[in-house]
């Protein structure tokens, strides 16, 4: 079962933009309470405390006592939680007052446990794809968490919905989704040159004779080669 926690709210007498701004400046978070068909209530709740609250445990399938003006607690859950689109703060808060003996809709976080011998001996990558799972069961059975042990993994082994067990829980969805996995590595083919046969064999390079030296005296018509000269001086 889920752990529980409490927190102190206040009622909010004005209601709108300037009126949660107000409540922001002294520290204050704008909040909501609603559920089994009552009228839904302004509240206010300490920015800090819901801040350590937020960091303390899974708000989303965490019971919460609620308690305000002097009432007697009663038990909500976080529905929604709006938070600043840049800085570091929260700006609204839904809570959904639950009756213990109706089942309820939660998200359920998956925590991995173990290496799987894929991964360690082969190579794989583990492919966590769900990180959360929504089930329905009553408020008092709430699973804190959902344990997997993925060290008998293999290379091409995966756990989906339909193997997980909860007790006094139905899973929402598809059961043959995919909860993790183990995938083989990922191999870099090295790019092949593709030869156009069409265009048909490269020409062949005919060896150009021996060119002449820039400078080199070159050859007068009619002038006598060495042969000829030495000829001419024996006679």
Known sequence: MAKSAMIQALPRDRTGKGAAR????????????YGHGEDSLPL????????????????????LDLAFD???PMKVLVREVQRHPYRNAILHVDFFHVSMQEKITVSVP???????VGVRLNGGIL??????VEVV????????SIEIDVSSLAIGDA????????PNAQFVGDPDRTVVSVVPPTVMEEPTVEVDEAAGPEPEVIAKGKEEEPGAPTKKEGAPTKKEGAAKEKK
């Open 22 to 33: 107000s409540a922001r400046r002294e520290g204050r978070i704008p909040a909501v309470l």
């Open 44 to 63: 206010a709740i300490d920015a800090h405390s819901f801040g350590r609250l937020l960091h303390e445990v899974s708000v989303e399938n965490t019971l």
């Open 70 to 72: 002097g009432q007697a």
């Open 110 to 116: 998956v925590v991995l446990e173990g290496t799987p």
């Open 127 to 132: 492919d966590h794809a769900m990180r959360d």
């Open 137 to 144: 069961c009553l408020p008092n059975e709430i699973p804190e």
């Open 159 to 166: 756990v989906r919905v339909s193997d997980l067990n909860i």
